[in-house]
């Protein structure tokens, strides 16, 4: 009988992830996927800002970014084919987050390109995927979890961890075992995704139509020159068993203005959206879609489930390592719960106002929304409203039992802000992927004294302007998370707010290397 420590299932983007947080931190894990190796289609494409930030911490967001495809200006169109088709709005997006982030854009990077990347990473620190290796079972008591895995070979193992990790998708195995409930719906348009290559040539650019009873978005994929095309298909078609894309080019060339080359990818699909009951039940976890699904409005999906991956994995870590007592993953179910309803939420009512038909819909598709983007856009407060909510930075987990305090504007639970291009960057040092205490301006002795006696490291920046638009407060201490959050915000450098948070949870900081 094989054992690990953490056995995750499911090789997507969010399963890949869980897997890096935890090889980088030392624990045993395994990684099976019951397909024959990594996706071969671009699927989910959009890495926001936080993705792109957690990847910073690993060393290689910058990387990715050169890999990919920074999105650049969005045009918005309306009409349908022909004279009455037109712009009627247009606004940047490679900027939109200028000073909040290292990362202001989103970038166009797809999933099979994304998942090859992070394969590598893994392999590169000695994990690799084991492809073809189905769960089939999985019983829990105090002590661990015992599985049963079928190989493709024919080969069934019985394994044992200490934890388990369904991140295997809407069908989740995981989730279908614990016997959890998954409530939700499916919209009932019929939505179309191809990858293409246009006459007109690569754009970098997003183009919208908000058409009378249509939606149909073209924007980059691969920075070898392939597209993205994505829409609604015209009713009297939604029925049709055997779609393909020559049934609507004329339509969909006719909306966005281009000339189709190439078709290498296409398929239909109907939208769900469903949250999980619960996504831990003892020693067992559901991240990504295995926990929710949701409209693709904003490109949130995949970036979620990473999220939940980052928050999972360094909890796991700390727990399995003896570094905090075992109510720290009580943490994990109300954060990422609590923002995952939220998000099903917020992306249902946009994504219903898009797509709905009589007087309301088109009301919303032809004034609405480029009338709301339009002011938006022009006003930095507007734009960075738009870029916090669209790039997953204004996540925030105010009710966690993580998130003490409030010193300036930074609350506990708050995304650790960035201080902007200043040096020393104040979001270098989380690349230690561990606990960290930041002060803005001057240290105490008493912090620093006790600090060094628990093994927690100390980053004292200057006071700056960037500190100021960033809303920390002058000499108050932030202790910073693992996975950049603030668990507390104290306005005075007090030792005793930060001695009974760390043996509120049992915490233990390791020796600087």
């Not at 009301?363 to 022009?378: G, M, N, Q, W, Y």
Request: aromatic share 10%; proline share 4%; glycine share 10%.
């Amino acid at each position: 009988m094989s054992s690990t420590q953490v056995l995750i299932v499911g090789a997507g983007p969010t399963g890949l992830n869980l897997a890096l947080a935890l090889v980088r931190r030392n624990v045993q894990c395994r990684l099976i996927s019951e397909a024959d190796g990594p996706g071969k289609e671009s699927r989910a494409m959009v890495v926001q800002a936080r993705t792109l930030e957690f990847y910073d911490q690993y060393g290689f967001g910058s990387e990715m970014v050169q890999q990919g495809v920074v999105a650049e200006t969005a045009h918005v169109r309306q009409g349908g084919s022909g004279a009455d088709n037109r712009e009627v709005l247009s606004f940047s997006f490679k900027e939109m987050g200028a000073g909040l982030s290292p990362y202001p854009f989103a970038l166009a990077y797809p999933q099979d390109d994304h998942e090859r990347f992070l394969i590598q990473k893994l392999k590169d620190l000695g994990c690799e995927v084991e492809w073809g290796a189905k769960l089939a079972d999985f019983r829990q008591d105090e002590n661990g979890v015992t599985c049963t895995i079928e190989h493709s070979d024919g080969r069934v193992e019985t394994a044992e961890s200490a934890y388990i990790c369904g991140c295997d998708g809407a069908r989740s195995r995981v989730r279908e075992t614990l016997q959890l409930g998954f409530p939700g719906g499916t919209y009932e348009q019929l939505f179309f995704v191809a990858d293409v290559k246009i006459e007109q040539g690569f754009s970098r650019d997003l183009y919208i139509n908000l058409g009378e009873h249509i939606l149909t978005l073209m924007f980059p994929v691969r920075s070898s020159g392939m597209q993205r095309l994505i829409g609604l298909v015209p009713p009297e078609l939604s029925n049709r068993q055997d779609l393909a894309f020559e049934d609507i080019r004329a339509q969909v060339e006719g909306l966005l203005d281009i000339k189709v080359t190439q078709l290498n990818w296409f398929s239909s699909y109907r939208v769900h959206h469903r949250v999980a009951d619960k996504f831990r039940v003892g020693r067992a976890f559901l991240a990504g879609d295995a926990g929710h699904i949701h409209s693709p409005a904003g490109g949130q999906g995949m970036n979620t489930g990473i999220g939940d991956a980052v928050n999972l994995g360094w909890k796991l870590a700390h727990v399995l390592q003896s570094r905090a007592h075992p109510s720290l993953l009580d943490s994990y179910d109300p954060e990422r719960i609590g923002f995952a309803r939220s998000l099903v939420s917020t992306t249902d009512r946009a994504f219903t106002g898009l797509v709905g038909e009589g007087v309301m819909g088109q009301f919303t598709r032809k004034i609405l929304t480029p009338l709301v983007f339009s002011v938006a856009t022009r006003f930095t407060l507007g734009r960075h409203a738009i870029f916090r909510t669209i790039s997953q930075t204004r996540i925030h987990y105010p009710d966690s039992p993580l998130s003490q305090g409030v010193a300036g504007d930074v609350h506990g639970g708050d995304r650790l802000p960035w201080t902007g291009d200043s040096v020393p960057n104040n979001f270098e040092p989380l690349r230690s992927l561990d606990w960290q205490a930041h002060i803005y301006g001057d240290r105490d002795n008493d912090v620093e004294d006790f600090c060094r006696k628990i093994n927690l490291p100390l980053n004292v920046f200057p006071w700056s302007d960037g500190a100021t638009n960033a809303g920390f407060k002058k000499n108050a201490l932030y202790l910073v998370r693992p996975d950049g959050y603030i668990a507390l915000s104290a306005d005075e450098q007090k030792v005793s707010k930060l001695r009974t948070f760390v043996e509120q949870f049992d915490l233990r900081f390791s020796k600087p290397s």
